[in-house]
């Protein structure tokens, strides 16, 4: 979902935090041969609910249907030069079911189950990684970040 503001534009961002196994799910974009790892989730449509986005990105990015629960992050994503805006909403969830595979979007690389150490020396998209650890060791923390953008 975009909202208009003159002429630019806020794109609303879901994502899921799913654990298995102490390992958290994250899925890999690939980029002009530059490869990065996100939560999955993606972009809300106009008149979607957030919980109805994250539940049709899991299925497209991965196969999954996931039980969405409570918000766990807000992250800003403000691009230095203005031209992008994005608002990053992490809930919780909770898988439905186990077979994942990978979905047809051609920017679509890989998937992986991270050990909470592994996630310092991964490059994530927005960079997340400290706030998911935080969350990790205190699931009943709420974190709002600011913008958060890597030039």
Not at 26 to 46: C, F, Q, S
Not at 57 to 67: D, Q, R, T
Not at 113 to 136: A, G, R, S
Request: charged share 25%.
């Amino acid at each position: 979902m975009k909202f208009e503001l003159s002429h630019k534009k806020i794109r609303i961002r879901v994502a899921g935090l799913v654990i298995e196994d102490n390992k958290i799910l994250l899925i890999a974009h690939k980029k002009r041969n530059e490869i990065y790892w996100l939560l999955p989730g993606g972009g809300v449509e106009y008149q979607e609910s957030l919980d109805e986005a994250l539940k049709r990105e899991f299925l497209e990015e991965l196969g999954l249907s996931v039980n969405v629960e409570d918000i766990a992050l807000i992250a800003d994503s403000i691009e230095p030069n203005g031209k992008r805006h994005i608002i990053n909403i992490v809930f919780w969830c909770k898988l439905l079911n186990q077979s994942i595979r990978l979905g047809n979007d051609k920017i679509l690389y890989d998937f992986s189950f991270k050990n909470i150490n592994e996630l310092t020396d991964i490059v994530m998209y927005p960079p997340l990684n400290e706030y998911i650890i935080q969350l990790l060791q205190n699931k009943n923390e709420r974190i709002y970040k600011g913008s958060l953008w890597i030039p």
